[in-house]
T-cell receptor, first 114, second 116 residues
Framework: DTGVSQDPRHKITKRGQNVTFRCDPI?????LYWYRQTLGQGPEFLTY????????KSRLLSDRFSAERPKGSFSTLEIQRTEQGDSAMYLC????????????FGPGTRLTVL | AQTVTQSQPEMSVQEAETVTLSCTYD???????LFWYKQPPSRQMILVIR??????QNATENRFSVNFQKAAKSFSLKISDSQLGDTAMYFC?????????????FGKGTLLTVNP
């Protein structure tokens, strides 16, 4: 069990550029979550997948954000036309339905938009 | 909608002593989980302890225990015999059971520093 992994760990981009982050959940986990954490705050929910289906999206997820989970395995989060306000830590978590409902977090991707 | 409040932005404790972190929450749900997560500096978030709302018995995990007061909607974390490695940001989180989403709602966190 290698845990949840995220790539890249750090991303610096210029305003207006597109960025994509990847999350690999724990192998048998069918639930996958994306959260955003800004400095001094707790993580905030962005979106949730069960298998390949995206079941919920937060109002925080503007039209510039899109997430996918093809084949119910890894997931990608894309931000188009980045803005300085998108600078944050993007956290991925996974869990297994029908068990303890506990979520296990990855190390996060820190995005800095210049 | 659920809200989670952590009223102590920062706390400090001497090594080997006991410290209690506070958390209150607001919900109209009756079936839910409460969690404490720990986020060490520049490291990933890890689960400390978990409580199911229907269980009256307080959860314990080694040096970590909770005081769950359902009627008061309070969920405090007690750390006994504090160690330097306990230095971290601690987040209280709520999860509704059932429905189509099991998202976590977090508080703003409490930064705990354990001093030698």
């Amino acid at each position: 069990d290698t845990g949840v992994s995220q790539d890249p760990r750090h991303k610096i981009t210029k305003r207006g550029q597109n960025v994509t982050f990847r999350c690999d959940p724990i192998s048998e986990h069918n639930r996958l979550y994306w959260y955003r954490q800004t400095l001094g705050q707790g993580p905030e929910f962005l979106t949730y997948f069960q298998n390949e289906a995206q079941l919920e999206k937060s109002r925080l997820l503007s039209d510039r954000f899109s997430a996918e989970r093809p084949k119910g395995s890894f997931s990608t989060l894309e931000i188009q036309r980045t803005e300085q306000g998108d600078s944050a830590m993007y956290l991925c978590a996974s869990g297994l339905a029908g068990t303890t409902d506990t979520q296990y977090f990855g190390p996060g991707t820190r995005l800095t938009v210049l | 909608a659920q809200t989670v409040t952590q009223s102590q932005p920062e706390m400090s404790v001497q090594e080997a002593e006991t410290v209690t972190l506070s958390c209150t929450y607001d919900t109209s749900e009756s079936n839910y989980y409460l969690f404490w997560y720990k986020q060490p500096p520049s490291r990933q978030m890890i689960l400390v302890i978990r409580q199911e709302a229907y269980k009256q018995q307080n959860a314990t995990e080694n040096r970590f225990s909770v005081n769950f007061q359902k009627a008061a909607k309070s969920f405090s974390l007690k750390i006994s015999d504090s160690q330097l490695g306990d230095t971290a940001m601690y987040f209280c989180a709520f999860m509704k059971r059932g429905g189509s989403n099991y998202k976590l709602t977090f508080g703003k966190g409490t930064l705990l520093t354990v001093n030698p």
